[in-house]
């Protein structure tokens, strides 16, 4: 795996004309904040050694080098979800890479369900901790020192400044934020009403099917995370409604100003 990240890296290092230290992965409908990048430098997966292709319908897939303001940012346009088939070694070998590029810090963007009963759809979420539910984690199997430690801490996986950035940020342009646990799920299945119960229960605010497989690596790979979600439907008990990709990515669509304007700033502050 190592001499893999490194050819990937190698290959789009070559590539960028500048060494940005805020990696970005944007998910369901948050495009918006990638038109927003200029000086840009598009390469589409398909073009990078060892990447795999992403096949879900809303995501194009490329990494977007370039400016957002004054910051260098590498922008993953289109993730690597479990549900597509990929191995967890695939889900996050671009935060791999990304590390090897001098990345620092991870943004990381989601659409998820509500099952907090104060959650409203079209809400952002700030990811305060997460719970994984995944079969399989991402770390399994023989540890590379070099990536990082064997039992990495997860006690600080979404750091309190990064978040206390945002909620500031948000109250200044009066958008309203929640904060919770997002509880990452392999998918591609939405929840029944009872798994909706279940993952409420254990302690979690909101579920999705992405994410927690990238931030377990970036935090193995010494990275801080800051990442949101848009609720785009609510599995709370007595109001659990139908729910379609479709209309999990028109609210995301909806929400998408707010969330770019948060996270732009915030990367302005970083
Ligand atoms: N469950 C899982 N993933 C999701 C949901 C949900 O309700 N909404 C958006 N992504």
């Keep these: 795996m190592l001499a893999k990240i490194n050819e990937t890296a190698t290959f789009l290092a070559d590539k960028m004309p500048f060494r940005p230290k805020v990696g970005i992965i944007l998910g369901t409908g948050l495009g918006e904040l990638a038109t927003q990048i200029t000086n840009r430098h598009e390469i589409p997966y398909t073009?990078?050694?060892?990447?795999?292709?992403?096949?879900?319908?809303?995501?194009?897939?490329?990494?977007?080098?370039?400016?957002?303001?004054?910051?260098?940012?590498?922008?993953?346009?289109?993730?690597?979800?479990?549900?597509?088939?990929?191995?967890?070694?695939?889900?996050?070998?671009?935060?791999?890479?990304?590390?090897?590029?001098?990345?620092?810090?991870?943004?990381?963007?989601?659409?998820?369900?509500?099952?907090?009963?104060?959650?409203?759809?079209?809400?952002?979420?700030?990811?305060?901790?997460?719970?994984?539910?995944?079969?399989?984690?991402?770390?399994?199997?023989?540890?590379?020192?070099?990536?990082?430690?064997?039992?990495?801490?997860?006690?600080?996986?979404?750091?309190?400044?990064?978040?206390?950035?945002?909620?500031?940020?948000?109250?200044?342009?009066?958008?309203?934020?929640?904060?919770?646990?997002?509880?990452?799920t392999a998918g591609p299945t939405f929840e029944t009403p009872a798994e909706y119960g279940y993952f409420r229960v254990i302690g979690g605010d909101a579920v999705g099917m992405s994410t927690v497989p990238e931030v377990i690596v970036a935090v193995h790979a010494g990275m801080q995370v800051f990442a949101m979600s848009i609720i785009t439907d609510l599995g709370i008990a007595g109001q659990v409604v139908e729910v379609s990709h479709q209309e999990v990515q028109e609210i995301a669509n909806q929400a998408q100003p707010k969330m770019t304007l948060i996270m732009k700033e915030l990367i302005a502050q970083l």
Excluded: C, W
Excluded at 124 to 140: A, G, Q, V, Y
């Design 47 to 184: 073009q990078i050694p060892n990447f795999p292709i992403s096949t879900v319908e809303g995501h194009s897939g490329k990494l977007i080098i370039g400016m957002l303001g004054q910051t260098q940012v590498l922008a993953m346009q289109g993730r690597f979800h479990y549900y597509e088939g990929y191995n967890m070694k695939e889900v996050t070998f671009p935060v791999r890479v990304m590390k090897a590029l001098g990345i620092e810090t991870l943004l990381v963007s989601n659409a998820a369900g509500g099952m907090n009963p104060s959650f409203q759809i079209g809400d952002l979420m700030i990811i305060s901790d997460h719970i994984n539910t995944f079969p399989e984690n991402p770390l399994r199997g023989k540890n590379e020192p070099s990536l990082g430690t064997r039992f990495p801490d997860m006690s600080k996986a979404y750091p309190k400044h990064l978040r206390d950035k945002a909620k500031a940020i948000a109250q200044a342009h009066g958008i309203r934020v929640v904060e919770g646990v997002y509880v990452g």
